[in-house]
């Protein structure tokens, strides 16, 4: 697919790297949709960047763990942008919390985002999809779908599900919509991060080094663009996944 001229949503596009991927899809030649929950300010500030870039922009506020709120973010977009052509599920929610101390209301709070929320964002945009012609779907998942992390027991799960998730919609929509998935390792580090966690986080990957945004960014551009791909999760991490 090329990207110049169709028409992207970017879940959760307003903060960190679901904004780096929705200025990776603009500076391809896309236009994009900004969804945002409760970032207004930082959401408008990307829209304000990608118009820079020559990209149409739109901001769209949906909290995603309210499913009755998704068919009216992708009516929104419709009829805002005339079509959709691409959708990447970058929306979520990272909570550490002992196994032996989550609640039902902090499973819900994670899996409700991280994983129901991009099944049914796929859903409204496979409908829209096929009206534009056809499609794809990238899915953000992490290396913590493949890796069992304890103190994070509901975002692997979460994670894990997704890749799951992608294999089967990917089946399912096929031929006129792929769907794919991107798993991040160390790429951004939260905001805050010390230079000696920094460098821990370096030694747990086989390179030895923290990676970049824009890693997942040519990922998830490689994805869109390859017509020949579908079902599949690429693992951007360094090697992370190799050390265990």
Same mark, same amino acid.
């Given at each position: ?167 089967? &919609?990917? $089946?399912?929509? +096929? #031929? =006129?919509?792929? !769907?794919? %998935? @991107? ?23 086989? &390179?030895? $080094?923290?990676? +970049? #945004? =824009?890693?997942? !960014?040519? %990922? @998830? ?24």
């Amino acid at each position: 697919m090329d990207l110049h001229e169709r028409v992207a949503l970017g879940t959760g596009s307003a903060r960190r790297l679901g904004r780096e991927i929705a200025i990776g899809l603009a500076r391809s030649g896309a236009h994009v949709a900004v969804h945002h929950f409760e970032s207004a300010e930082a959401a408008q500030g990307t829209a304000d960047e990608l118009r820079e870039l020559g990209a149409r922009a739109d901001v769209f506020a949906a909290d995603l763990r309210d499913t009755e709120s998704i068919p009216h973010l992708f009516s929104d977009i419709e009829a805002a942008f005339g079509r959709l052509d691409v959708l990447v599920n970058s929306a979520a929610t990272f909570e550490r919390k002992p196994i032996l101390e989550i609640t039902p209301e902090d499973w819900d709070q994670v899996l409700n985002l991280n994983l129901r929320a991009a099944f049914f964002c796929g859903q409204q945009a496979a409908k829209a999809m096929a009206r534009a012609g056809g499609g794809c779907i990238v899915n953000l998942a992490d290396v913590a779908a493949f890796q069992p992390w304890p103190a994070y027991a509901t975002h692997s799960v979460s994670k894990a599900g997704l890749v799951m998730l992608t294999r089967v &919609l990917a $089946r399912a929509l +096929a #031929p =006129e919509i792929r !769907v794919n %998935a @991107v798993a991040p390792g160390p790429v951004l580090p939260p905001d805050g991060t010390d230079s000696g966690e920094r460098d821990r986080l370096a030694d747990m990957t086989a &390179l030895g $080094r923290l990676g +970049a #945004p =824009e890693d997942v !960014v040519r %990922a @998830v551009r490689f994805l869109i663009e390859s017509d020949y791909i579908t079902g599949e999760t690429i693992t951007v991490d360094g090697g992370k996944v190799l050390r265990g």
